[in-house]
């Protein structure tokens, strides 16, 4: 069981001994998912983009605590859809990396905005 | 090496050899985590709870492909930051765990507000 | 002057009189948007359509306060961009007027999620 | 009645005409509210602050349309809520020039992120 498993499967347990499946359909937790999203980009929306990449550990530790919501319900939310969160990720990042040859797109902006 | 670190390397490479590291200042991130969370929510707008516990396999490969842009964002942000993104999250959970004792607080939706 | 247009004039001359409009790029204003929607969406995530058609004046009374803060980034950064919102508004549902007769596609859900 | 007044009005013809009001839940409208602010977000992710402030007229253009989208959905989510969205804002204006006098908080960016 790999680690991102191992995280899942305390989250299944955690909702079910509470009885909080019910409020855990993927229309609910992408909801969820949006809202703690947003509590990231709050703390950086009137941040330089230089001073987001600098931030204080107070700082710093606030914003872990809404990166660690967002995995939270992001496996939550694979794990409801039955989605393989980790194999999605690697196959994506193969087939950008077939899609975008470093030779071709280097340091391009212009690239990237279309690669995203 | 767990298996989410080694997602993380292979996209600081990806970024290197592009030199697309430019464009990764935490506060960019944030703004392409919150772009590809909406994509997800985008394909549960319109359907009931019920709908949303029920795609078919086209929509449910849709899906996928969303949430794997999530959790790369979300790897690569937490990277920019050096945050260590399953320790936070398990750190989080066991937080939880003991703030919503599950005799306390089982099937309540109220409670379940409050925890959020 | 039009009542949207009194609103951008006071936001304008708000934003001026603090020096705040340093911060008000329209790449900030997009950001603080997203946040003031997603805290909209924060109400709702765990409640079921039926109930959040039967708000309470308490809550009620909270979620028109994020109704106004989005009303209020968006006229701001509709400002920035030097876009008259109303009439982006007015065109755009004259497109939707004729995109989707209402004899074609009354009540079928499939058609909407086509129409968005 | 005033400019947003009729915007309303015309949306709830549109959405009765459509049978379109069953999917317009308010937990629905702030989903696609969500996802609309996130179609401006988009635009902006990879800019830098000053070359949002600098869009080429077609990209304008683009942003326009988003734009629209959020107002549209705005605008029937108040409806939906009872709520008066014009009204709503400028109370909420008045409530923040009262919090924050001008002669205090000029061009701070600790009060600025403190205000909002």
């Given at each position: 069981?790999?680690?991102?498993?191992?995280?899942?499967?305390?989250?299944?347990?955690?909702?079910?001994?509470?009885?909080?499946?019910?409020?855990?359909?993927?229309?609910?937790?992408?909801?969820?998912?949006?809202?703690?999203?947003?509590?990231?980009?709050?703390?950086?929306?009137?941040?330089?983009?230089?001073?987001?990449?600098?931030?204080?550990?107070?700082?710093?530790?606030?914003v872990?605590?809404?990166l660690?919501?967002?995995?939270?319900?992001?496996?939550?939310?694979?794990?409801?859809?039955?989605?393989?969160?980790?194999?999605?990720?690697?196959?994506?990042?193969?087939?950008?990396?077939?899609?975008?040859?470093?030779?071709?797109?280097?340091?391009?902006?212009?690239?990237?905005?279309?690669?995203?």
């Amino acid at each position: 069981m790999n680690e991102l498993d191992n995280l899942r499967s305390r989250l299944e347990t955690f909702a079910r001994e509470r009885d909080w499946e019910q409020f855990h359909s993927p229309k609910n937790l992408s909801m969820a998912l949006s809202v703690e999203v947003a509590e990231i980009a709050e703390h950086f929306q009137w941040l330089t983009e230089e001073q987001s990449r600098e931030l204080d550990a107070a700082k710093r530790a606030e914003v872990e605590q809404e990166l660690a919501d967002v995995l939270i319900y992001l496996v939550r939310l694979a794990d409801q859809l039955g989605i393989d969160l980790l194999e999605a990720a690697r196959r994506k990042l193969a087939v950008n990396e077939a899609k975008y040859p470093a030779d071709k797109v280097r340091g391009s902006s212009r690239k990237y905005s279309e690669y995203d």
